[in-house]
Structures are given as C-alpha cells and as structure tokens.
C-alpha cells in the first residue's frame, strides 16, 4: 500500500514488504538483519530445547518490536498535535493574493537541491520534529519565512504510514503493552544488541517516554483517527513544501490515504472504527484536489463501502428462521435462562384462517426496519450512518468529477455499489435531498429519478432528468448523442377508472380521496369518466381509445376477411413496459429474428401463436416490434418451432374466435375469482372488490376489441339464430354477469370488511360504489402501508413459549416501526391479516398492482409481468420512499425532501418535489392535521414566492446570461402526449425569465393546485386557517427587511402602528395573489372575515388607515379567473365568481345582527378610505339592514358618513342614492329634533347632518373643491385658510438650496397641501406657466417640477391616512405639457432633455399616479387625463404611461356602465349628455392603447381582447360579446352600423392603422380568434389579432356616407394587412 511517489523512512534492517491473504503488509528482512527465530540452529543441544528457546526469544524480540513501534507512534501523534496549525482559509486566501505569482529563482534552487539530498532520507526524523533542513541551506528559507509547512505532518504520517505497516495488525490489540511493561524478561534486552542504546528510544525525550507508557492502544487508535481527521480537515489544503523527485505536491495527501487503508484493513470487523475513520475522510472531498477525488472515493468503495455494506446487508436481510437483528437490545432488560427451540411442524394447522399464509411456522424476522428507527442495535447506525453523509460529499462533486474520465467511472462504480448492497439506499439518497445544497440535491434526483424511476417518475413540464449512468455521462462528457435509452422519459399508461368530479360549492364539498389528480385528458382537454389511461410515474391522462393514437402506441393492421370483400383494418393499442431504472436496455425476447418487447394492451388481442385470446388487464404479452404480431410470452418460448418475422402475414385467424372457444378460455383464466350468490357471503369486501376491479377491466377491453375490430366472435350455428342475437353476440356472456353481481355486492353493506378498510372509512367517508380498491389509490395506500407493519397479531405464533424482556417498560404502548424490507411472503400474509385479502389471486394481483405503481419494489428489479411465485420466501421486496401515513421516521425525511425540492430555484427539482407530493402525500383522512397543515404551508409558500424567486432568477442567471434552471432547451418538445398546458416555444427564444415562469405556473397548475383541491375538500377550516397563516408569514418575510420592519424594532407606538399597517396590507396583497391563482374556493370568506377584523382594530385610531392593496381585491377584473386551472371547468364559472365576491362576504356578515352591521360599517368606512368604489347595491342593502333592525342614530350616522366616502370616491352613476340618503334622513330626522332640543349628542348630529348635506351635494355634480370650502367635511381648516401662502412656500423650497434637511421634507410637505387643497398650487402653477411670463420664469418653473417628479420616486414615502398619489397628478401634467404648450424653444427643448434623463424607475413612479388618479377621477377628469396622455405618448413612446391591467378594467368599467345608461332613463336627468361623454372617454382609451401597441408595447392577451371589444363596440357593431374558453377567450361582433360622428372615434381607424403597421411579434393563440379546442400558440404580429376588425368593417361599410379620412384609413389598413400579414399562418388562416 506504500506509495512509489513517498521516500521510505523506515529502519534499515527492512528490505521489503509483501502481502498476507487478510490484506496486511508485513515486513521481510534480508542478509544478517533476519530475526534470530528464523535462523537455523547450529548448535549442539537438544532440538527440543533449542526450538524452545529460538521461539521465545523470537517471542521476545516481536513483542519488543511492537512496543516500540506503539511509541514511536505515540511520538509521532503528539508531534503532529503540536504540529504548526496551518491557516484559516480567509488567511491562506489573503496570502496567495499578496505572494508573488509563479517560482522564484530561490524556490527552484531549493526544489533542485531538495531532490538531490534524497540520499540522506531519514535524517529528518534523527534530528528532531521540527526539522525542515534549515541547517543544510538557511538561504532557501527567506522568502518562506512565516509561510505554512506541511513537512512536520508529512513525515510524522509516513512514521504512522510505516509503524503500520509493520506491525499494524497487533498494534491497537488491548494488553500487548501492559505484558510487555509487566514482564521483566521482556522489557531486559537479551538480543546481541542489549547493550547499545535503543534507536527509538533515542529519539524520544523523557515527557514523549511518559505519555507513551500512560497510553493505551484504543486511545491510541481514536487519536490517530482523530487527529488524521483534523488533517484531511487543514493541512491538505496545502501541497507539500519542498517538492522533491519522490515527493509529488500531493505527497501529503496520498500518504494520508494510505493511513486511512491501511486502518481500515486492520479494523475491517470493527464498524465503529470505519465509521469513525469514514467520516474524518468525508472532508477530503473539499480539501484535495478534485484529480485525486478518484483515488478518495476507490478508497471509500473498497475498504469502506463494501466491507460496511455486506455486513449491514446480511444483518437485516430478512430470512425464513434468520435471527432478528433488528430486535431491540434495552438495557437493564432481563437475560432469558430458558431457551426454546424452534418448532418445526405448522403450528397454525387447526386454526381458523380464510387464507393460507405464505411464511413458514416460526420465522421471526420477515423483515428489517429502516436504520433510522428507534431502539435499533448500535451496530446498525454504525454500518449506515456514513451513506448518507458521503453520497452528500458524491453528489457535491459530481460536476467536477464528470470533467475526468476516472473520477467519472469511480463515482458511477461508488454509487452502484450502494445501490447494490444497500437495499435501502433510496432513503439515504432522500436524506440528501432534503438536508444537502442545491447542487447535491440534484444529483441526488437525477439518481432516484434513474434508479427507482417508477417510484419517483418523471418530469414532463421542466428540464428532463438526465439518466445517471457512466455510459450516458461519458456520451455528454463527449458533446456525442446519448443512447436512445437514455433520452426523454417515455410514459407507461395503465389501465385506470374515474369518476366525475364537480368543483366545488359552499353547499357540496364531495372530497375527492379516490383521485391523485384531475382526470382531464391531454389531448382533447375533456374529462375522463370510466376507463381512462394513466402514467404511472407522472400521473398524465388520456381517453384509452379515439384519443390514444400516436407512432408508439398504435399499430393498424389490414387483413382480408374470410368471405373475401374489401380489407378490413384492425387497430393495436399497447404501451410499452419500461425497464426498472432508466438507462437499462428493456427486456427483449430475441427469436428468429423477432424482438419481443412486453406490452400492456389496450384490448383483448389474439395470440398469433396460440389464436387464444389474451386475458389480463396489463402486461399481458409481448409484441414484435418488426412484424407487430403480439403473444402469449408462454407461448413465445415453447413454441416449437416459432416461424420467423414476417414470414406470416396477419390474416383474418389472427382476429377471429368461436364462442365457445372464448368462453371457456375466460372461465380458465378468472375460475378463482368467479363466485356464485352463495360463495359472495363468504368472501370479504375486498376481495369482491379487487374481483370488481379486474372484471371490469376485463369488460372494458373485450368492448374495445368489438370496437376496434381487434375480436371478431363466430357461432357455431350462425344460422339458427336471430339477427339481433347475431350483432350482440356477448349478452349471455359470463363476464357481465359477473360484474354485474358483484357491483351489486359491493353497494350493499352484507361484505364482511378488514379493520383497515374499517378505519379507512371512519377517517375518509364511505367508499365509492363505482370504484374498486384496485383504483382507490388512498385504498392502495393504505393496504401498502399496513404491509410495512410486522404482524403483531399472527396467530402463528400463537402457542409458542415466549420470554418477554423484564426492561425498563418504557417500551410497552409503542407502535411498531414500519419495515422498510420485506420478503414477499410478508406482504402477502400482511394482504391477509390487515387488508382481508384471502384470495390468492388477488393477493397476487394486487402486489403486482403494487410494483407497477412503484409503491413496492423488487430487489432483483425483475418485471412484475415475469413475477415467480413458487419461493416467496426469498424475494426480497422493498418500499421505496415513505407514504404520508406511515407511522415512520422517514416521513419526516420525506417531508423536508418535498419542502428543499420546493424551495429549489431549479423547476425540475420543483416538480419533482411536486410528483413526491402528489405521489406519496396526496390529502386523506388517515393523514394527521399536523401532516396536512405542514405540507399546505409548502405549496402555498411555494405560489407566493414566485415573485421574489423571479427576481433571483433575474439576478443570478438573467442577468449573466445562463440558461433559466430547469427550463426546457427551445425546440425540445416533450414525449406524447404533450400536456395542454405546454405552449409552442417561440422562435429566438433562449429560455428567459418569461419561459421561467410560464413553465412554473403549468407545473403549479398540474400538480400544486389539484393538491390544494383535495386539501380543501378533505377540511375546509383547516385548509383556511392554513392560507391565512401563510399569507401572515409571507407578509413577515416580505416585511423583515423593510423599513416598517426597522420601524417595528424601534418600538415606539407610532412606529409599531405603521408596521401593523403595513403588516396588513401585505398580508392582504397575498390574499388578492391566491385568489388570482384560483386556489381559495370557499374558504374567501373566512381569509377576508379575518383580515376585515384585523383593519377593523387598526381604524379605531384618529388618522384614517389607507390600505393600497384595497383596489385590487375588489376591482372589477375576475380574481377567480385570473389564472384558471385546469380543475376549473368553464360551467362553474358563475360559481367561483361567487366565491371570491367581498361583497357579498360584507353583506352576508352585517345581515347576522346588530354588532355585525355595526362591524361591517366600520369595514366599508375603511374601504372608502381606501379609494374602494362600493356599489350601490351594497350601500342599499346595509340600509335596509339598519332599517329592519331599528338601528341606533349612532348606527345610521357610521352609515352615512360611509355614504360620502363611497360617494366621495366615485359620484359618477350615484343617483339613486338620493333616495337613500332621503330615507334615512326622513327615518331618524325625530332623533335628530329631539337631540337638538335636548342639546344632547350634538357633535354626533352635526357630523351627520354634514354628510348628509355633502353626498347630497356630491350627488347633485357640486365640486370637491366648493365641499373643502364649505367646511362639510373635516379637513384640515389651517392649510384651507392659509393655502395660496403655503404653497408659495413649498414651491420656494424647491429652488436652488444646499440644505439636506430641506431637501428631506420640502416633498411631504408639498403634498399634504396638494391632499387637503390641491387648487393654490393649481392657481400658482397657472400664473407662472402663462406665455404671457417671461421664458426665463417659465425655464425655473420648469426645472422645479422636474425636481419635484425626481422626488416623486423617494423610497418608502408614506403619508399617513392618505393616498398622495393622485395628488401630484396635477404637477406631472404641468410639466410635461411645457413639451408641446410653451411658445418659446429654449423652454420645450429644456423640457425634453430633461424628460430624457429620468429612469424607469421614475416612469414607474408616476405610471403608479396615473393609474391611481383614474380610479378616484370623475368622468371630466378621467377625460382630461386620458387625453393628455394621447398627446404625452407619441413624445415618448417607449414608456408605458398607464399599465394594460388599469387600461383593460377601465375599458370594461365604462363600457359595461354605458350599457347601463341606455338602460336607464333616470340617469339622464343627473348625467346630461352621458353617453356622449363616455363615448369620447372611451374612444380616447383606445386610441391610446393602439398606440401602444403600434409602438411596440407587447400587451397581454386579455387586455387586448378588451380594446378590441371596445373598439368594435365604438366603430358600430351592434353584436358584441366576448366568448369566454377553458383558458383563452375570443372576441364575436356582426351587424355593423353607422360609423360614428364623434371626431375622437374616427381617430381610432387611424390608430388601427398603425397597429396593424407594427412590426412587433409575439406569441398568439388561434383560439382568440374562432372557436378551436386547441390553445396553443403561434408566431405572429401583436397587430393581428385585430385584422378580423379591419376584414369586417371592410366587408361591411358604406363607403358613399363613410367621412374621407375614415375611408383613407381603411384602404391604406387593408393593404398593409394584405403585404405584411402572413395568411398561412394558423392565426389568421383558421379564421
């Protein structure tokens, strides 16, 4: 084990070494140094006598030899702890930047001359522990001064290195010292060299004498481990110092695993020590160089892996009559005196058991618990407790040892070997997912992905899980293409039934534990009901019969009937079985030139061999995949002989069979599962069940072969009977009569059921009657999860002599842990006693049932479709990751593996935390509340994140350039069927930040959100509580690093109200965040009930409370359709929308009682505040509440003032409130007398008859500015008195001024005056800005206002109890207008450079105000706005004044109020001239938005269907309605007017134009435009979603009476689509 590279530096009489059988090196000798016991005896005495005498001084010598070379490693180990300490790496790292780079001259010379004083090798030992050779050459030394030297650690370990070598196999053995020190004659030299001095002994002095004699070999060996651990750890950081010919720069770290061999060879049946010694090596990983990382991982492979695996194998591998190693060793437990010999004749025979157990009488372990589990032998966490931690130390590295060809092969052969040896090495790997870094944790999925594929699946939205395997990494590492095995995932598509599912209501919430997922079929987007098609790793979809038809899985064979005529064709539907790991070749039956593949047929086929049909309902033959003929695989290989491929054509025998023929092969393969009337009772449910199951199945296929031509039936007497018997030949057939019978059976409750089924029911609700245990996958569950248990109650033990421990006790009421390794025959027996399985054949069916879902896994990998069991016995099974229900410590593994997978910026990991989740933890009511609220809290964190893990993706891999993580390459297209939700990649794309997100929401749509259903169907005021508190913790961690929480730390009562601000109106922004994700249903009124009480706390205080989030949840956009899942069916629509109405939450609380409708006044008030907009219809309802419930005069004065607010908000369409206002003044005008009389509660009647008087004013169209003035409202009267000389003084502090103090607060003060009063300014800004001023004036003007937008962007500007934003509106509009307004050119050219250097972040800002001021504006106002910003954007086209959201919601808002005022006659006499007005509103919006569109600005699918909308509806179509899809909806409109006279709505066939005219392309959908199932997307110009409007309006005109300008447009918009629009294209050419 020495190694060439490292100078020897052991004692002269040593020649050389060789090897034992046991692996140990020992020395030999040569010449006159041989031992004298070797020597042949010369002497004349007695043979006897001499040998005897020979031998003992031979004794002598060896035992001397030992003990001297346990001092000498004594020696060596306290030198090495007072070796130099080396540096920390912050240290060494300050070093290397301040060291010269590259050999000076001097450390050339010193490595020259250090090879030539080899010659002298040992001289460095004799002369002490702290020689370096300064004596030979102290000019080398100079520029090392003060540098680190590993040459003390060096030779010290060579020391070890050799002593071991030597002597290394009895050197740690107890005793040998202590005989050595207590025997005279041992310690008295009698060899001829007595009288020199001792050799070692001279180089130790008398302390390094005294600790050596108070050593003992065990501390002796735990500090060399020990202190070799603290050198992998520091000094092998470093290379050696003088590098010499037999000394590499790595000397030091191969002499360090030459230590660790040598150790680990000599304590090979000590566990405890190589697991010591493994974990002092795992630093390795880090310290060496990653070239020597292969000869780390040879050394933890072959003399650590494999020794410490076979043992812990053999320890727990259950066998018949084994001894249980997992049995518990307590202490203080009681030792049997009374030993009883096993049994050998069957105990059980006599007892009353419905089925006949496959284990034998007396075995005691049929299984092995996981090492994790408690009370386990100490030697068990000593033989796996390094797994985990060095697959961690692997997976780390894998990158960089891929970049070397024998690293590569090592971890591959490192890896397979755990795999190999152990069972369970799965768990360890699931350990890593869940504790190690993002790096490791993708390799650790890449290797579950690859070795247990059926149980962890695959990925089919994200980036594919390259297969682990050396042959595949090696392919990559050569940039060549991979084998075919080794490519994408391809599915496995069982046999499976569904049932209808409905979303659910406030009133039905019908839980869905019989489903791991919507049953919605990726091709044609229906739902599945019946028999359907599943993947068993990844759960897609697919109808099993018109819908399954793609290259892979459908074959169409012609043949030629027997009474000749026209071919026929008959259609192969099969999915192929996929090999156990992923990379291996599938199992391949090669015969005369056939390949077999086994297949799962999706009809009853005939064998062409046999021509009997093929029974079963998966793997039920083979396929060839050269002349596509299928068989029995029985039939395969006792054919005799077996023609060769395509030597026999496919003829009408292949599809023909009597019925007779048919019905006795039926009654030969299901003899033991058809039970009469009388045998049913005697059966269990689940029996009858798995029966049910499997013949239904069976109908399912023998109707699909009738269908598809794949089974034609003949009678034997066609003749004799009726035409209609003729058609329908399978009535009288066995196989309906049966499902028919044991349907019946199983809706009935006279079945006898297990206690699982039993529990399973009082947990979960009663089962379905349409659906068989073999497809209730939390039945199946279930049933693999009491299989993990050991048979407590086994009444095969019954009657044995048994001793039970007399321990401590603390071990009695404790569950059984789950095994985690079984033998076959346990989960059979364990079908029998818990599940109530008796029957062999569906005992058998089921475990097979098992493996194909990968809920039970074969040791040997075998393919269930090739199952043996004639020796149950010694299959040995295992259960690859943990259920949610298990009773085991794995699940918490489980679970912190699906929360790091979520946490994951890579989306392939994020869905593989997804598919663990959906797989393993899907909701039940077996499941603890903890379990649920634990795994909630994941997924919803995981959904609200998705804004800041945005912006980290931006920042670590947008912005350098590197490919999104776990996005799928452009132009990679995924294995059929491609899920809906998949759009078509765009052309140029490089995965950006937008393929990101895209990719996460079909990802969170396909398997985050049927989670959540099921969730909320399971315990709807646990699935609230948990949204609520999670939205509370989101809030936290958005606030922890802002400045309301520094505020918050401060403590103050100020400070500490606006961090509860703020807290809630985070907390509310998340709420709006799941509502527009779909996911809250019918828990929105307790989310919005409980954050309405929070704010109702905060707006007692005397400053109103303003909460900027208010606005969203309740605009008009529908939150539960803002990204509608595929759970969500169009029908239902009206349904969510219902849902997720605040409104209604507000009404339904203030009808209970009077301290309801006090609370919920309290909540509209702070909603006014808000700048929420209530509807009439609410503010009506609360009237009348307080009317029906005679509330107080204090009651309706809450009422009222909430009535100005609302009113104060939006007056516009309001008229109807006079009414009110009327009737509650005239029901409490008595109070109101009677207070005035009394001159009681006056302040109270003052603030009513104010509001009143106010919204009265409002209502009638009064001013704002005339109500401040009038004093109705309570403002504040110093700025309304004293405003003109306030802003004068704000406007002064904006000029030139070197004061930061100023500076700091000039922006508050300025808009607290513009909040309270905003006409001073107003009138300011109007006499300086007129051309009438000098330019000069207007110039600083003009510069005071930039200034003022500059501050606009001010971080964390806050005025308290007020929304500012609308506010500086005014002063945005005055400055920018100066670009077209102001007649001098020094001012507008002034205006435009300045205009010029403001960031985006600053249009942000002030995008943010426009957008605010339209949602409080008045008609006028919106109007003047909106025409501003016609005239601003051409100016500045790149900046997107108001955002497609507001622009869209504005756009329906007024629309759908028109269609109100046409209605309505009584709003003519309030609103003159309003359709006009609102016309023109409109009509300004939309030119505005088309220029947007025309320059560029790509806008979101929904918004610009609602331009279009509106755009049809201005031009003068007179249909107009939106058609909405599952997820894309469309614009219809015919029966076209007159086009309108109105000048703004002409201008938009201008804007038409232009839009039509842009270049812009972008990714579009041909569904928006006509009705089309399919949703996916195109490439084509933004413009041409409107090219229907311009075809339409073409077709449609009368150009005699259309005005010229519009018809120029027209024309000139047609030819620009004709040249520049691509009709071929599916967007326009579907239409």
């Known amino acids: 084990m020495t190694s060439p590279y490292i100078r020897r530096t052991r004692p002269e009489a040593i020649s050389g070494a060789y090897s034992f059988s046991d692996g140990a090196t020992r020395p030999t000798y040569s010449g006159n140094q041989e031992p ?104 080398d030394d100079d520029g090392d001064e003060g540098r680190f030297s590993t040459e003390e650690t060096f030779n010290n370990l060579t020391t070890i290195r050799d002593s071991l070598l030597m002597h290394g196999e009895t050197l740690f053995v107890t005793g040998v010292g202590a005989n050595l020190r207590s025997n005279p004659r041992v310690t008295r030299s009698s060899s001829p060299t007595s009288g020199k001095k001792d050799k070692v002994s001279s180089m130790m002095g008398k302390e390094d004498r005294n ?224 504790f190690a870094s993002s790096t490791s944790r993708l390799a650790a999925v890449q290797a579950l992905a690859s070795f247990w594929p059926r149980s962890f699946g695959h990925l089919i939205f994200s980036r594919p899980l390259p297969v682990m395997s050396y042959p595949n990494q090696l392919f990559e590492s050569k940039e060549a293409t991979p084998p075919k095995v080794a490519g994408r995932p391809i599915h496995e598509f069982l046999l499976w039934r569904f049932i209808d599912q409905t979303l659910p209501t406030r009133n039905n919430t019908t839980p869905r534990g019989s489903l791991l997922h919507s049953a919605t079929c990726l091709v044609c987007t229906k739902q599945i009901v019946g028999l359907g098609l599943m993947c068993a790793c990844c759960n897609s979809t ?110 009408w025998k292949d599809v023909t069979i009597s019925w007779d023929l048919l019905q006795k092969s039926w009654i030969d393969a299901y003899r033991s599962i058809m039970w009469q009337e009388t045998e049913l009772f005697q059966q269990s449910y689940e029996d009858v069940s798995i029966a049910y199951g499997i013949l239904w199945m069976e109908l399912e296929l023998f109707n699909a072969a009738l269908t598809s031509g794949a089974l034609v039936i003949e009678r034997a007497t066609p003749q004799s009977m009726n035409p209609r018997a003729r058609d329908r030949p399978m009535n009288n057939f066995e196989l309906h009569y049966f499902v028919a019978l044991y349907k019946t059976q199983l809706t009935g409750s006279r079945l006898n059921k297990s206690h699982s089924t039993i529990e399973y029911i009082e947990n979960c609700g009663p089962l379905s009657n349409d659906l068989s245990l073999v497809h209730d996958m939390s039945l199946l569950v279930l049933a693999v999860s009491a299989a993990k248990l050991p048979h407590t109650d086994n009444p095969i033990t019954e009657g044995f002599l048994s001793v039970e421990g007399q321990g401590d006790g603390d071990m009695e009421g404790e569950l059984n842990h789950p095994y985690e390794i079984v033998t076959l025959a346990h989960i059979r027996d364990a079908l029998g006693y818990d599940v109530g399985v008796a029957s062999d054949f569906a005992a058998k069916f089921l475990m097979s049932h098992f493996m194909r879902l990968g809920l039970v896994a074969r040791v040997d990998a075998i393919m269930e479709s090739t199952l043996d069991y004639s020796d149950p016995l010694k299959v040995i099974c295992v259960f690859p990751s943990a259920l949610a229900i298990d009773a085991s410590t794995s699940v918490e593994a489980l679970f912190a593996s699906i929360q790091a997978c979520l946490e994951d910026l890579d989306l392939s990991i994020n869905e593989f935390g997804l598919l663990l989740l959906v797989r393993r933890c899907w909701p039940s009511g077996m499941m603890t509340d903890y379990a649920l609220t634990r795994l909630t809290s994941m997924v919803l964190a995981w959904i609200l994140t998705e804004e800041h893990r945005m912006l980290d993706v931006v920042r670590d891999f947008v912005s350098v350039k590197i490919p999104m993580p776990g996005v799928r390459p452009v132009g990679e297209k995924p294995a059929w069927p491609e899920p809906i939700y998949n759009a078509a990649p765009r052309e140029g794309s490089t995965g950006g930040a937008a393929d990101y997100t895209t990719t996460r929401q079909k990802i969170a749509t396909r398997f985050a959100l049927p989670w959540l259903l099921q969730m909320h169907d399971l315990n709807r005021s646990l699935y609230a509580e948990c949204l609520y508190q999670q939205c509370l913790q989101a809030a936290e961690a958005a606030l922890f690093t802002s400045k309301a929480f520094i505020a918050h730390q401060d403590r103050s009562e100020e400070r500490q109200t606006d961090y509860d601000v703020e807290m809630a109106d985070e907390t509310l922004k998340y709420i709006v965040k799941l509502c527009q994700w779909g996911i809250v249903w019918t828990t929105f009124d307790d989310l919005f009930v409980n954050w309405l009480d929070t704010m109702s706390k905060l707006s007692r205080l005397e400053t109103p409370v303003i909460f900027k989030h208010l606005p969203r949840l309740f605009s008009n956009d529908d939150l539960s359709g803002g990204r509608r899942s595929f759970v969500d069916d169009t029908e239902n629509e009206d349904i969510a929308r219902y849902m997720v109405d605040p409104w209604r939450v507000v009404v339904d609380a203030a009808s209970d009682d009077m301290a309801g409708l006090e609370r919920c006044l309290q909540w509209v008030l702070v909603l006014a505040h808000s700048g929420v907009e209530i509807p009439n219809s609410t503010l009506m309802q609360l009237s009348a509440f307080a009317r029906d419930m005679n509330a107080s005069f204090f009651t309706h004065s809450i009422l009222v003032e909430a009535l100005l607010y609302a009113v104060w908000v939006k007056s516009y369409g309001r008229g109807e409130l006079l009414h009110l206002v009327y009737s509650i003044f005239g029901r409490q005008s008595s109070h109101i007398k009677q207070a005035i009389s009394n001159r009681q509660r006056l302040e109270i009647v003052n603030d009513f008859l104010r509001h009143s008087l106010a919204t009265c004013l409002l209502l009638y169209g009064c001013n704002r500015d005339t109500i401040r003035t009038l004093g109705l409202l309570k403002v504040d009267q110093f700025v309304l008195i004293n405003g003109h000389a306030l802003c004068k003084c704000a406007w002064h502090f904006y000029s030139q001024t070197d004061i930061l103090e100023l500076n700091a607060v000039r922006l508050k003060l300025l808009l607290r005056l513009l909040i309270v009063d905003v006409q001073p300014f107003s009138n300011l800004l109007a006499e300086t800005l007129h051309n009438d001023s000098p330019w000069e004036i207007r110039f600083e003007v003009t510069t005071r206002l930039f200034r003022v937008l500059l501050d606009i962007n001010t971080p964390g500007l806050v005025i308290r109890g007020h929304q500012w934003r609308p506010s500086v509106v005014p002063v945005i509009v005055a400055f920018f207008s100066q670009l077209w307004r102001d007649n001098r050119v020094e001012v507008r050219l002034a205006c435009d450079t300045l205009a010029k250097t403001l960031l985006p972040s600053h249009m942000d800002s002030m995008t943010l105000c ?222």
């Open 36 to 139: 004298e016991r070797w020597r042949k005896s010369t002497d004349h005495e007695s043979p006897m006598n001499d040998t005897v005498i020979q031998a003992h001084k031979a004794q002598q010598a060896e035992e001397k030899t030992r003990v001297e070379l346990g001092k000498l490693v004594s020696v060596a180990l306290k030198r090495l702890r007072g070796r130099q300490v080396p540096p920390s790496p912050f240290e060494a790292a300050q070093h290397s930047r301040t060291r010269r780079e590259g050999l000076s001259l001097p450390a050339t010379a010193s490595a020259v001359r250090g090879a030539v004083r080899i010659a002298g090798g040992g001289s460095e030992w004799q002369r002490g522990a702290g020689y370096t050779g300064e004596d030979i050459d102290e000019e």
């Open 211 to 434: 600790e050596v004699d108070n050593s003992s070999p065990a501390s002796l060996l735990n500090e060399l481990i020990s202190i070799l651990g603290e050198i992998v750890t520091e000094d092998c950081r470093y290379k050696v110092t003088r590098i010499r010919l037999k000394c590499p720069p790595y000397a030091l770290q191969g002499v360090v695993l030459e230590v660790s061999s040598i150790l680990a060879r000599l304590h090979r049946k000590r566990p405890e020590i190589l697991s010591k010694l493994g974990f002092a090596m795992l630093p390795a990983f880090s310290t060496f160089p990653f070239t020597l990382h292969e000869r780390i991982l040879r050394f933890f492979e072959e003399d650590i892996i494999k020794v410490m695996l076979y043992e812990y194998s053999q320890a727990r591998k259950p066998q018949a009559g084994a001894v249980n190693f997992d049995v518990p060793l307590t202490r203080g437990s009681a030792v049997p005196e009374i030993q009883v010999e096993r049994a050998l004749e069957d105990s059980s025979k006599g007892k009353d058991l419905p089925f006949e157990p496959w284990s034998k009488a007396g075995d005691a372990n049929s299984g092995a618990t996981a090492w994790t589990a408690p009370r386990q032998n100490l030697v068990i966490y000593h033989l796996a407790s390094l797994i985990a931690p060095l697959l961690t130390c692997m997976f780390e590295n894998y990158i960089s040892m891929s970049r070397d060809i024998g690293s590569l092969h090592r971890f591959h052969s490192t890896l397979s070997t755990i795999v190999r040896l152990k069972e369970d090495a799965y768990a360890d790997i699931v350990d890593v997912v869940a």
């Open 542 to 651: 697919v109808h099993p019969r018109s819908c399954y038809d793609h290259e892979g899985g459908t074959n169409r064979l012609k043949y030629v009937p027997r009474d000749g005529g026209s071919e026929k064709i008959t259609t192969v539907r099969y999915s192929r079985c996929q090999p156990s790991r992923r990379g291996a070749e599938p199992a391949v039956i090669r015969l005369e030139r056939h390949h077999f593949e086994t297949v799962h047929l999706f009809a009853i086929h005939l064998c062409f061999l046999c021509k009997l049909p093929m029974w079963g309902c998966y793997s039920q033959g083979v396929r060839c995949s050269s002349c596509l003929h299928v068989a029995h695989t029985a039939c395969v290989h006792s054919a005799n002989p077996l023609s060769r491929c395509r030597s026999t054509p496919f003829t």
């Open 1410 to 1631: 426009f957008e605010e001021y339209l949602f409080k504006a008045t008609l006028a106002e919106r109007m003047a706005l909106s025409g501003f910003l016609t005239l601003l954007h051409p100016i500045l086209p790149s900046w997107q004044l108001i955002s497609w959201n507001i622009l869209a919601q504005i756009l329906r808002e007024h629309s759908s109020r028109h269609q109100a005022d046409v209605n309505e006659d009584t709003q003519d006499s309030f609103i003159p001239n309003a359709e006009s007005e609102t016309t023109t509103l409109q009509a300004s919006l939309v030119n505005l938005a088309l220029q947007m569109v025309a320059d560029g600005s790509v806008a979101n699918l929904h918004s610009l269907l609602q331009v279009k909308l509106s755009l049809v509806r201005l031009i003068g179509f007179q249909k107009c309605h939106e058609i909405k899809g599952r997820n894309i909806n469309r614009i219809e409109f015919e029966s076209l007017g007159l086009i309108s006279q109105n000048t703004v709505v002409q201008s938009c066939f201008q804007g038409l134009m232009r839009a039509l005219d842009t270049s812009v392309s972008c990714d579009l959908p041909p569904a928006c435009m006509v009705d089309k199932a399919d949703e996916g997307m195109v490439k084509g110009l933004l413009g041409s979603v409107l090219a229907d409007v311009l075809i339409k309006v073409v077709h449609q005109v009368d150009f005699s009476v259309t005005p010229y300008l519009v018809s120029r447009s027209l024309l000139t918009s047609l030819v620009i689509l004709l040249t520049k629009h691509d009709f071929s294209s599916l967007l326009l050419n579907s239409w």
